[in-house]
Nanobody, 125 residues
Framework: QVQLVESGGGLVQAGDSLRLSCTTA?????????MGWFRQAPGKEREFVAA????????YYGDPVKGRFTISRDNAKKMVYLQMNSLKPEDTAVYYC?????????????????WGQGTQVTVSS
């Protein structure tokens, strides 16, 4: 079972940038996993944000974040990142790192096998 730990959340103003990080502890090779980010705002379902395949050459983004967020990974460091630019108040949510055999924009949260504990991102207007 892969263990995921997020960091990098915080309180920022609209238009600011923030980078989230996710590190893993797994008996299985980190590069065997597709990695993703989901988010959940109060009273809403957990929604897909971004995903990256095992090699890093395929990425997927949810429509609300396209052009503003970038997902990347460093397999040697067992890290995945989410660079968030031009943040908006509607980006406010708890952001969760996710791992599975395959994650795309069509992957629902119920299909994910491993989650981190989440990190809060709050964007003020």
């Amino acid at each position: 079972q892969v263990q995921l730990v997020e960091s990098g959340g915080g309180l920022v103003q609209a238009g600011d940038s923030l980078r989230l990080s996710c590190t893993t502890a797994s008996g299985r090779s980190f590069s065997a996993y597709a990695m993703g980010w989901f988010r959940q705002a109060p009273g809403k379902e957990r929604e897909f944000v971004a995903a990256i395949n095992w090699s890093g050459d395929s990425t997927y983004y949810g429509d609300p974040v396209k052009g503003r967020f970038t997902i990347s990974r460093d397999n040697a460091k067992k890290m995945v990142y989410l660079q968030m630019n031009s943040l908006k108040p509607e980006d406010t949510a708890v952001y969760y790192c996710a791992a599975d055999d395959r994650i795309t924009s069509a992957t629902g949260a119920s299909r994910i096998s491993a989650w981190g504990q989440g990190t809060q991102v709050t964007v003020s207007s």
